[in-house]
């Protein structure tokens, strides 16, 4: 693909540096003295002392098997270590699977407005990409007709993101099957960016993961959001088809195909922490969505949103003169950083009121209370 400036590159030169970052998208985030105590706490002294002494050669191509088999404890019956790779990062896995599924005579279909390299890996990977729209009036849900006509004789992908960034929404379940069995009607894989799975409000709304309910399903996921651990920089694939899981190896081969040992002990450590660490983070969840609740009624003449119930982001719609990006502008200048609409898609014409919100950090509060102040100084003139 011809080179493009990353979407979210204005945005930082709009917001770097400031004090109040509202645009974040994980949660609290961990530090290792918290893993560390955590890990005691159960008892797991072992794990303490390997992160202390552990060898710095390298880790076996596509991630040592102490990770992958706890990683595939968070999956169903059909996935085991073997169907586990570790990258080094979400993203890396996002690229690595478009690469692998497809090439320049090939079709793919993506959601838009989104996360840039959800929407773009198939792009990066030559393919032909159709972007459907989804929209909030539809509660940010997928149409599997909109899918199904889509669908070309070339088409080889289909890339979700569940629950979905920027919304904060989660599909139906009947929407999650009708799209495996258009895909599996025409041999299609999809891929399912689960990067915010587990971090449901409400764990019923939970959806099977796409590697569990799809044989040519890819679960994506990241140490990042859920659990805090951006900068262990851990993510993974996990999928049954085994003769795609080696094309998904050799592929990796030439990009970072060991993952620092010291990353995946810390990631062990926060997956065997995992119950504690998601209590403790979908509370600060669930405190500062009050406070947005609040915020929300309070200035509903300048602000809607479809309430996420999943994740740690929303997308907000201000109803007042300015677009987001002039919204974001305004807001840098009082040190409060936003992710406009043109962080999240291409053509911003039909979104261009829309931005993104984090809410996953205790810090939420300060910056709301800022975001308060700055709309009673302008809303006279909104
Ligand atoms: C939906 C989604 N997928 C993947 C990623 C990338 O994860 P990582 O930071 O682990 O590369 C992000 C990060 O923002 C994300 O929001």
Same mark, same amino acid.
């Given at each position: ?77 059909? $996935? ?53 729209? *989804? ?6 849900? $997928? ?107 050799? $592929? ?25 660490? *998601?209590?403790?983070? *979908? ?100």
């Amino acid at each position: 693909m011809a080179y493009k400036e990353p979407w979210s590159k204005k945005h930082k030169r709009v917001t770097g540096g400031l004090q109040h970052s509202f645009s974040n998208s994980f949660s609290e985030p961990l530090n290792i003295q918290e893993l560390i105590q955590y890990s005691l706490a159960r008892g797991d002294d072992k794990l303490v002392r390997a992160y202390n002494q552990h060898s710095l050669d390298y880790t076996p191509n596509g991630g040592s098997l102490d990770l992958r088999e706890e990683v595939a404890s968070f999956y169903g019956a059909k $996935i085991n270590a073997e169907n586990i790779l570790i990258f080094a990062g979400g993203q890396v896995a996002l690229q690595t699977a478009a690469y692998a599924v497809l090439d320049k005579d090939s079709h793919s279909i993506a959601f838009t407005p989104g996360y840039q390299s959800v929407q773009q890996a198939p792009e990066h990977a030559s393919s032909e990409t159709t972007k459907i729209k *989804l929209h909030a009036e539809n509660q940010w849900q $997928i149409d599997p007709l909109d899918v199904e006509k889509a669908i070309r004789s070339n088409t080889r992908y289909i890339v979700l993101n569940e629950p979905y960034n920027p919304t904060g929404m989660i599909m139906k379940p009947d929407v999650q099957q009708s799209l495996i069995a258009i895909a599996r009607k025409h041999n299609i894989t999809i891929l399912c960016d689960e990067a915010y799975r587990l971090l449901e409000h409400n764990k019923n709304d939970r959806l099977p993961a796409m590697a569990d309910a799809y044989e040519n399903g890819i679960s994506a996921c990241a140490i990042s959001k859920p659990w805090g651990g951006c900068g262990i920089t851990i993510g993974w694939l996990a999928l049954q088809d085994l003769d795609l899981k080696q094309k998904l190896v050799d $592929i990796q081969y030439f990009g970072t195909a060991c993952p620092s040992r010291a990353s995946e002990i810390q990631a062990i450590m926060t997956l065997r922490a995992s119950d504690t660490i *998601l209590a403790k983070n *979908l509370e600060i969840i669930e405190n500062n969505l009050q406070l947005l609740d609040q915020f929300m009624d309070t200035y509903s003449d300048y602000f809607d949103w479809v309430r996420p119930i999943a994740s740690s982001v929303a997308f907000v719609r201000f109803k007042g003169p300015l677009s987001s990006d002039e919204l974001g502008v305004q807001l840098a200048k009082d040190g409060i950083s936003i992710k406009p609409t043109y962080c999240f898609i291409d053509d911003v014409t039909e979104y261009c009121d829309y931005f993104r919100i984090g809410f996953g950090e205790k810090a939420m509060p300060a910056r709301l209370d800022a975001l308060t102040r700055f709309v009673e100084k302008h809303k006279a003139n909104w």
